[in-house]
């Protein structure tokens, strides 16, 4: 018992900052990861990756202008990427290209500006933090802030539940008996954009995009049904983020990365040992076979 609660307990209980840490964390996890979900229903998962990417140059910005503060930068961020969202969107409804590739367009320009703006001022740890972040030096300002994200987008999906449901299984049908799918999308998009710009506080730019999507895709090896995937991937994601504090406390290693990596661990073992996964589908027809 002592063993567990030293390598368990003890940092969250001894620690302000490990508290802080996994109290920031697990609120992406609740906010982010039902997201991440309707991302990958939406076969949108490059478009999270892009726009983490996108808001690097509003968030650089607001570093340029005020250092290190949370209410510029989140600002900053959350202009630049409802800008390259909405740019995005007019290029491909406008154009003959697709979204994907005008957001990939937008995604490069915005990260070299981005780093270009914080290279302008900052050294080689302010970048560092921007695009890596530091979730072990979150403050109450801003867990108010992933804190208020999280509510939004926990009344958000709950007011559009039906309509972000409908459009990821049957499209054609939404558009057939309603007006909902263009409201729908961009609210869906602002989301992601929220909830990009709150993971940004802990977990940068590069890797934020990381607790929304790997947990949701590790779901997907679980269930088929939206609801039960969407409290699934919150389970998984605030596991990831407790399975990474404690290997960033114990290990001496980078708080962000070992969260990311743990949630890798655990979409690769969803992979193999998913109820939907690689072993799944090879015992059911074994079974059938024999049966």
Not at 145 to 168: D, F, K, N, S
Request: glycine share 10%; with cysteine; hydrophobic share 60%.
């Amino acid at each position: 018992m002592d063993v567990l609660y030293t390598y368990l307990l003890e940092p969250f209980v001894k620690f302000a900052f490990m508290q802080r840490a996994l109290a920031g964390a697990v609120m992406l996890s609740i906010s982010a990861c039902p997201v991440g979900v309707f991302l990958m229903l939406r076969r949108m998962s490059l478009t999270g990756d892009a726009i983490a990417h996108a808001i690097l140059p509003g968030a650089a910005t607001g570093f340029l202008l005020y250092g290190l503060q949370i209410v510029p930068m989140t600002l900053g961020g959350l202009a630049a990427g409802v800008i390259v969202a909405l740019a995005a969107g007019a290029v491909s409804r406008l154009t003959i290209q697709k979204e994907d590739a005008s957001m990939a367009a937008f995604y490069l320009i915005s990260l070299a500006l981005g780093v270009l703006i914080v290279s302008l001022r900052g050294s080689n740890v302010d970048l560092m933090h921007v695009l890596f972040g530091t979730v072990l030096a979150l403050n109450n300002d801003a867990l108010s802030l992933i804190g208020t994200i999280t509510l939004v987008t926990l009344i958000a999906l709950a007011v559009v539940w039906r309509a972000l449901v409908a459009e990821c299984l049957d499209p054609l049908f939404l558009r057939s008996v309603s007006r909902l799918g263009p409201p729908v999308h961009f609210i869906f998009l602002g989301l992601v954009v929220l909830n990009l710009v709150g993971g940004f506080q802990a977990l940068g730019t590069l890797l934020s995009v990381g607790l929304m999507m790997l947990p949701a895709a590790a779901a997907r090896f679980w269930t088929a049904r939206v609801g039960p995937m969407c409290l699934l991937a919150i389970g998984l994601g605030a596991v990831s983020c407790v399975a990474g504090l404690l290997l960033s406390y114990h290990a001496s290693l980078p708080s962000g990365p070992a969260i990311i990596l743990s949630a890798g661990v655990i979409y690769l073992a969803s992979i193999l040992a998913g109820t939907r996964g690689v072993l799944a589908s090879r015992v059911r027809p074994a079974i059938h076979r024999t049966a």
